[in-house]
Nanobody, 123 residues
Framework: QVQLVESGGESVHSGESLRLSCVVS????????IGWYRQAPGKEREAVSC????????YYSDSVKGRFAVSKDNSKNTAYLQMNALKPDDTAVYYC????????????????WGQGTQVTVSS
């Protein structure tokens, strides 16, 4: 079973940047896509971004488009979410996931999840 471990979440100020990492074990990252989700207290889990296995497709939610960038390093079996110009509304637990569908306009059915990493953005 594929295992995912997120890291890189911190407490930062508005306008600063963070890079989240997702280390994949039990599968070959070159052959699978990666999704990123987030969940804030009292809110439903929100789809943020995804990258297809071939890297031909990238999805970004409207709230992060132009600020976040998804990538992966197949040699390290690690996916990344670069987050720039962070805002307080970005505060959430961020999760990476596999097993889903990723296109330029949508992402869904990701069902293998990591434990999450906390990102806190203060004003």
């Amino acid at each position: 079973q594929v295992q995912l471990v997120e890291s890189g979440g911190e407490s930062v100020h508005s306008g600063e940047s963070l890079r989240l990492s997702c280390v994949v074990s039990g599968d070959v990252l070159a052959t699978i896509g990666i999704g990123w989700y987030r969940q804030a207290p009292g809110k439903e889990r929100e789809a943020v971004s995804c990258l297809s296995a071939s890297e031909a497709h990238r999805y970004y939610s409207d709230s992060v488009k132009g600020r976040f960038a998804v990538s992966k390093d197949n040699s390290k079996n690690t996916a990344y979410l670069q987050m720039n110009a962070l805002k307080p509304d970005d505060t959430a637990v961020y999760y990476c996931a596999t097993g889903g569908f990723c296109s330029d306009t949508d992402m869904y059915e990701f069902d293998n999840w990591g434990q999450g990493t906390q990102v806190t953005v203060s004003s």
